[in-house]
């Protein structure tokens, strides 16, 4: 059957131009508050760093000299008390959340004064009016201080508090020993294959290199000073044709600096790898950079256990018998009770009391040729970084029972201040 087809007229609505208008403008108001709302939303939410340098007087039972040298165990006990109790100041303030840490960096005595010096960092959101922070962190912490109990005590009216920028900031912390910036948070297996390190990462790192080519790894101690192992000079001597390179780079390198001098342990031993120690001066001081500077040395009665958290890393060899790396690795190992290290299937009674074992007895986790010489290193409660071994021998790299094995630095505390006055 024939159905004639229904044509519908399309009805068209014409707007007058007001209203057009009207719906413009409106769009218009919308779009301009909601841009505004998100600037505002960013520009508040967007937080700045502020630091300041406070210095504060304490009284203690202990006396200035058990705890004035930098990266004693004493230093770093007086100084956590003391972190603790600012933190805990601004953890019941209204600003408890824009405080990010405190650390002090050096003690000192003044008329009788003890004086803790320490870093105060925060972020406050950026429309904050600088003048009421400044008043408010001072009065916080002389409010709460007070009533904070000790020893030690601090004496809340010697607290004085001074802005300063993020430049003078870093040479602060950059003076320091054993502080790290860049801190990457993705852990490699080992340096056979482990990942690349950023820049900054692990500052005290150098490499020692024998007419231009990467032989050893060694620390910087302090300005001018490195320790490294006695095995790298058994047959280059000449401190002339070495130079030390900085950075997580052996070409280009961060810095470059000749030896003036080398001083092996008088009792090196070869083949049993004893008293593999020793220290180079650099013809002229580094200076201290965010990505260049110093690790702490350990009292020599510090004792490290299994469990404590240890990084090895080194341009070494990726396995046995491999190459030298141009970009610096590292590897998370475990501390070996030497007693375990000492058994037959391990190192059957080579380790002596002057060298430690680190790694997995699993394998894989290891240094290699070409990290000789060069960190193993341990945290602080603090995180600040120690030496806790020079990386000297093992059986080839990463097997099974044959973990790294290291010079204690330890057992070399009172040596290395023998030789470098450190
Ligand atoms: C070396 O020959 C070497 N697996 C360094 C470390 C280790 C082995 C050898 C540890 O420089």
């Keep these: 059957m024939y159905r004639p087809a229904v044509v519908r007229a399309r009805k068209r609505i014409y707007l007058e131009p007001w209203v057009t208008g009207?719906?413009?403008?409106?769009?218009?108001i919308v779009l301009a508050v909601c841009i505004g709302l998100i600037v505002h939303y960013v520009r508040y939410n967007q937080r700045k760093t502020y630091n300041y340098y406070v210095t504060l007087s304490f009284t203690s039972d202990k006396l200035y000299d058990e705890f004035g040298q930098e990266a004693s165990k004493n230093f770093?006990?007086?100084s956590q008390k003391i972190e603790s109790?600012?933190?805990?100041?601004f953890h019941k303030?209204?600003?408890?959340?824009?405080?990010?840490?405190?650390?002090?960096?050096?003690f000192s005595q003044e008329e009788h004064r003890l004086l803790a010096h320490m870093l105060l960092i925060f972020r406050f959101r950026s429309t904050e009016d600088l003048e009421t922070i400044n008043k408010n962190i001072q009065r916080f912490l002389q409010e709460r201080l007070q009533d904070a109990v000790g020893p030690p005590k601090v004496d809340p009216e010697s607290?004085?508090?001074?802005?300063?920028?993020?430049?003078?900031?870093?040479?602060?912390?950059?003076?320091?020993?054993?502080?790290?910036?860049?801190?990457?948070?993705?852990?490699?297996l080992r340096i056979v294959g482990g990942t690349e390190v950023e820049e900054g990462e692990w500052p005290w790192q150098a490499s020692l290199q024998w007419d231009g080519i990467h032989r050893c790894g060694a620390t910087l101690i302090n300005g001018t000073w490195l320790v490294s192992a006695a095995h790298c000079f058994?047959?280059?001597?000449d401190p002339a044709r070495w130079?030390?390179?900085?950075g997580v780079t052996i070409k280009p390198p961060k810095m470059k600096?000749?030896?003036?001098?080398?001083?092996?342990?008088?009792?090196?031993?070869?083949?049993?790898?004893?008293?593999?120690?020793?220290v180079a001066e650099l013809s002229r001081p580094v200076p201290y950079t965010n990505t260049v500077h110093r690790i702490c040395l350990p009292d020599a009665s510090h004792e490290f256990h299994p469990g404590d958290q240890m990084f090895v890393t080194g341009f070494g060899a990726l396995q046995n018998d491999g190459n030298s790396q141009n970009h610096l690795r590292q590897v998370q190992v475990d501390f070996i009770d030497t007693k375990i290290c000492n058994e037959p299937q391990a190192y059957n009674d080579a380790i002596t009391p002057r060298m430690l074992c680190a790694g997995s007895l699993k394998g894989q986790k290891d240094a290699c040729q070409g990290d000789s010489g060069g960190p193993l290193v341990s945290p602080d409660a603090r995180d600040i970084w120690y030496l806790a071994g020079i990386v000297s021998w093992g059986d080839e790299c990463g097997q099974p029972n044959k973990p790294g094995v290291y010079t204690r630095v330890t057992a070399f505390r009172d040596w290395i201040t023998s030789k470098t006055g450190i």
């Design 85 to 89: 109790m600012v933190k805990n100041a």
């Design 93 to 106: 303030s209204p600003i408890r959340g824009d405080f990010v840490k405190s650390h002090v960096i050096k």
């Design 234 to 237: 058994r047959t280059y001597k």
């Design 243 to 246: 130079t030390a390179s900085f």
């Design 159 to 188: 607290i004085e508090i001074k802005k300063i920028n993020e430049t003078e900031t870093d040479n602060y912390l950059n003076n320091c020993c054993g502080t790290r910036r860049n801190k990457s948070t993705n852990q490699s």
């Design 76 to 78: 770093t006990e007086m």
């Design 22 to 28: 009207l719906i413009a403008f409106i769009s218009l």
């Design 257 to 278: 600096q000749g030896l003036r001098r080398i001083i092996v342990h008088e009792k090196y031993n070869y083949p049993s790898h004893d008293y593999d120690i020793s």
